[in-house]
T-cell receptor, first 116, second 113 residues
Framework: GNSVTQMEGPVTLSEEAFLTINCTYT??????LFWYVQYPGEGLQLLLK?????DKGSNKGFEATYRKETTSFHLEKGSVQVSDSAVYFC???????????????FGQGTILTVHP | DGGITQSPKYLFRKEGQNVTLSCEQN?????MYWYRQDPGQGLRLIYY???????QKGDIAEGYSVSREKKESFPLTVTSAQKNPTAFYLC????????????FGEGSRLTVL
């Protein structure tokens, strides 16, 4: 079956530190990959996405590259801010645009806390 | 404003009671989903619907029921058969024209007393 594995948290960083959250996946086909962010008490928001191998998704200073050879989609940011404190979810989707669209498989989430 | 509205935000229930969580959207999206979130377990799919009057079970449908009588609405009923209903419930939609992106509501937190 399909699965997503994220590095365990919580991750605690000082402001302006470099962030990496690892994500690896197992899928039977060629998935689209996503990072979602959840701020306290809220639903999830799409942070970035990549739909094919070697694509790089980026948004708000965050980046992730779809690596087919290592089945990975690690999230990075060069300089985190206190406002980046949230839970980050890696997810995959197969058959995008077909009958299975929206059926995402999520990782367990990684809690990030950034201190001033 | 366009978006997804879930209500109530917080709900308390006694054991043995059914409760219904509301999800309304004005994004004109065809597909709607219910996910359950538990600490350290990510999100798990309960039910989904891609067109009106049709819905499918997700990975953890037991103890839950849904209906899709209107495009805008996809209510979830947590029945007394659900053995561990305390969780955060998230409703989401998808337009079907993108690569699987979901749009989420702000969630409903259900606590069984």
């Amino acid at each position: 079956g399909n699965s997503v594995t994220q590095m365990e948290g919580p991750v605690t960083l000082s402001e302006e530190a470099f962030l990496t959250i690892n994500c690896t996946y197992t899928a039977t086909g060629y998935p689209s990959l996503f990072w979602y962010v959840q701020y306290p008490g809220e639903g999830l928001q799409l942070l970035l996405k990549a739909t094919k191998a070697d694509d790089k998704g980026s948004n708000k200073g965050f980046e992730a590259t779809y690596r087919k050879e290592t089945t990975s989609f690690h999230l990075e940011k060069g300089s985190v801010q206190v406002s980046d404190s949230a839970v980050y979810f890696c997810a995959l989707s197969l058959n995008a645009g077909g009958t299975s669209y929206g059926k995402l498989t999520f990782g367990q989430g990684t809690i990030l806390t950034v201190h001033p | 404003d366009g978006g997804i509205t879930q209500s109530p935000k917080y709900l308390f229930r006694k054991e043995g009671q059914n409760v219904t969580l509301s999800c309304e959207q004005n994004l004109n999206h065809d597909a709607m989903y219910w996910y359950r979130q538990d600490p350290g377990q990510g999100l798990r799919l309960i039910y989904y619907s891609q067109i009106v009057n049709d819905f499918q079970k997700g990975d953890i449908a037991e103890g839950y029921s849904v209906s899709r009588e209107k495009k805008e609405s996809f209510p979830l009923t947590v029945t007394s058969a659900q053995k561990n209903p305390t969780a955060f419930y998230l409703c989401a939609t998808a337009s079907g024209r993108d690569t699987g992106e979901l749009f989420f509501g702000e969630g409903s937190r259900l606590t069984v007393l």
